[in-house]
């Protein structure tokens, strides 16, 4: 469940289920608090995006915003500057699905939210934040017809057709995730009951738990999450033992994986660690976490 913290990217050929699975992690994330609410409220309400007799939002957002979305529908913007998707997601999950299709600026200009939990939007004559902490999730197929890999269907893609598919997401919007899941071409009922079977309630109390530590670590902040841990704060709270540093040096020297996928793994490591309630990161956290950069490995065997 460290997906519910981080930035994923889903990888499954067509019809795996992960537009499904997206739209159930608000369910998993531990529930709205109240201030929560309020804030979420808050945005929906100037919007005029409450139902009538709704005075407060009980779940947390689920945004799938299209491909095709403008930079000011994504992050906000107009000579009065509203909200966007990325705010009408603040304390839910903005799922990007066929992230590929996405133009690369409107990408970008989810740097600094992704950074901050807010965006700015700056005008000749003031500038406005609305908040945006929200969980980024996407999804893509492994080639443009969808069907690399799949036992079932035949892949009708030449191979420069996919390596110019893969590029568009590779360098920094692919150093900027943290997890690569590959999603399996199995039934979505069997991928929904999670593979050790782990319920939706143990699951949401594990999140509730790292979730805890995460704010015993970075105090009243609490858009202070792993995903933003600082180089600074990765030496203070990820120190690895001699066993852990030769696990990660040799995986990046073996995937040639860049400085900052080196942060990711132990950002994700931390989270690993926090999910099993320990303390001192182990080298079976590293382990997992370099689990998760499959795509990495994938673009560099090219
Ligand atoms: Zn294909």
Same mark, same amino acid.
């Given at each position: ?35 929560? /609410? $309020? %804030?979420?409220? *808050?945005?929906?309400?100037?919007? #005029? &995006? ?5 005075? @407060?939002? !009980? +779940? ?45 600026? /409107? $990408? %970008?200009?989810? *740097?600094?939210?992704?950074?901050? #939990? &807010? ?5 000749? @004559?003031? !500038? +406005? ?19 690399l890999g ?129 303390a001192h990161l182990q ?20």
């Amino acid at each position: 469940m460290v997906i519910l913290v981080h930035i994923m990217l889903m990888i499954g050929t067509l019809g795996t289920g992960k537009t499904m699975l997206a739209q159930r992690l608000p369910t998993i994330l531990p529930p709205l608090t109240a201030a929560e /609410s $309020l %804030e979420t409220t *808050r945005i929906y309400s100037a919007m #005029g &995006r409450l139902e009538p007799n709704q005075p @407060l939002l !009980s +779940t947390r957002p689920f945004r799938p915003p299209h491909h095709t979305i403008s930079d000011a529908g994504m992050v906000g913007g107009g000579s009065t500057p509203s909200p966007g998707e990325i705010s009408l997601a603040h304390n839910g999950v903005l799922f990007l699905d066929e992230l590929p299709e996405f133009n690369r600026k /409107s $990408l %970008e200009v989810l *740097r600094q939210p992704l950074e901050e #939990g &807010r965006v700015t939007i700056s005008r000749a @004559l003031n !500038s +406005t934040t609305f908040p945006a902490n929200f969980v980024l999730v996407a999804s893509m197929n492994p080639c443009p017809c969808g069907y690399l890999g799949d036992a079932r269907h035949a892949c009708k893609c030449n191979p420069p057709q996919i390596e110019r598919y893969m590029s568009r997401i590779s360098g920094p919007l692919l150093d900027r995730i943290d997890l690569h899941i590959e999603v399996p071409a199995v039934p979505f009922q069997e991928l929904s009951a999670a593979a050790d079977g782990t319920s939706s309630a143990v699951m949401r109390a594990q999140v509730h738990r790292a979730r805890q530590a995460q704010r015993a670590r970075f105090g009243a902040d609490n858009h202070r999450l792993n995903n933003r841990l600082t180089t600074r704060q990765l030496r203070k709270y990820c120190a690895l033992d001699a066993e852990g540093r030769t696990l990660l040096q040799t995986a990046m020297d073996e995937l040639g994986l860049s400085a900052r996928a080196h942060d990711r793994i132990l950002r994700v490591a931390r989270t690993i660690a926090d999910l099993e309630g320990a303390a001192h990161l182990q080298p079976a956290h590293v382990m997992e976490a370099i689990g998760y950069r499959s795509l990495d490995r994938k673009l560099w065997a090219r």
